[in-house]
């Protein structure tokens, strides 16, 4: 009866620990962090930037932006980063990429970090680091990679329109949730 109770306990646990990595809730706002444009000037220029000017996310010219959290360092980072940079060519070459943008923030990375990153797995998107965990603890200390989907609203005001933790398998049904979350 002991071990027939470990099991179900360890399986109900199992369960909520998978679900809470493939789906969390979205809700309420999203903070306006600051951060520093890209020195690459086409990348700037795709956010709607000065290069290396400071910037707040709100300035972003787009109606949404999808925000990956990521770690140079998570294994599942590394191995999602083929099928992000995958997303991010469809968003820009579909009839929404002048309205939705992505962007990454690198969990506990510095800018050297964040430039390996970029490097070795040829990330198109800007990548910001985040070295100090800034951004990552107002995020509520969430796991890698985690994205985030915010509508740049009037005002400034960021508002949380969808969130996925964790790899996602399907890049054709992503895309499809992100357009339909947002609204484009």
Same mark, same amino acid.
């Not at 979205?26 to 000065?50: H, I, R, V």
């Not at 932006?65 to 590394?78: A, D, G, K, N, T």
């Not at 915010?150 to 895309?175: C, M, T």
């Given at each position: 009866?002991?071990?027939?109770?470990?099991?179900?306990?360890g399986?109900? @646990?199992?369960l909520a620990?998978?679900l809470?990595?493939?789906?969390a809730p979205?809700?309420?706002?999203?903070?306006?962090f600051?951060?520093?444009?890209?020195a690459?000037?086409?990348q700037?220029?795709y956010?709607?930037l000065a290069?290396?000017?400071?910037f707040k996310l709100?300035?972003?010219?787009?109606?949404?932006? @999808?925000?990956?959290?990521?770690?140079?360092?998570?294994?599942y980072?590394?191995?999602?980063?083929p099928h992000?940079n995958?997303?991010?060519?469809?968003?820009?070459g579909?009839?929404?990429?002048?309205?939705?943008k992505?962007i990454?923030?690198g969990?506990?990375?510095?800018?050297f970090e964040?430039?390996?990153?970029?490097?070795?797995?040829?990330?198109?998107m800007?990548?910001?680091?985040?070295?100090?965990?800034t951004i990552?603890?107002?995020l509520?200390?969430?796991?890698?990679?985690y994205?985030?989907?915010?509508? @740049?609203?009037p005002?400034?005001?960021?508002?949380? @329109?969808?969130?996925?933790?964790?790899?996602y398998d399907?890049?054709?049904?992503?895309?499809?949730?992100?357009i339909?979350k947002?609204?484009?």
């Amino acid at each position: 009866m002991k071990a027939r109770g470990r099991y179900l306990v360890g399986a109900v @646990l199992f369960l909520a620990f998978s679900l809470a990595w493939t789906q969390a809730p979205a809700s309420g706002a999203f903070p306006d962090f600051k951060l520093k444009a890209p020195a690459d000037a086409n990348q700037a220029a795709y956010l709607g930037l000065a290069p290396e000017s400071d910037f707040k996310l709100s300035d972003i010219r787009a109606k949404v932006v @999808l925000i990956e959290i990521f770690s140079m360092y998570c294994p599942y980072c590394q191995g999602a980063a083929p099928h992000v940079n995958r997303l991010y060519e469809r968003v820009r070459g579909s009839a929404h990429g002048d309205k939705l943008k992505m962007i990454g923030i690198g969990a506990g990375n510095s800018a050297f970090e964040v430039g390996i990153f970029q490097k070795k797995f040829a990330i198109p998107m800007p990548l910001f680091p985040d070295g100090d965990y800034t951004i990552y603890d107002r995020l509520g200390d969430i796991g890698t990679p985690y994205f985030h989907l915010v509508r @740049l609203g009037p005002g400034g005001s960021l508002d949380i @329109l969808f969130e996925h933790q964790g790899p996602y398998d399907d890049g054709d049904a992503f895309f499809k949730t992100i357009i339909e979350k947002s609204g484009l």
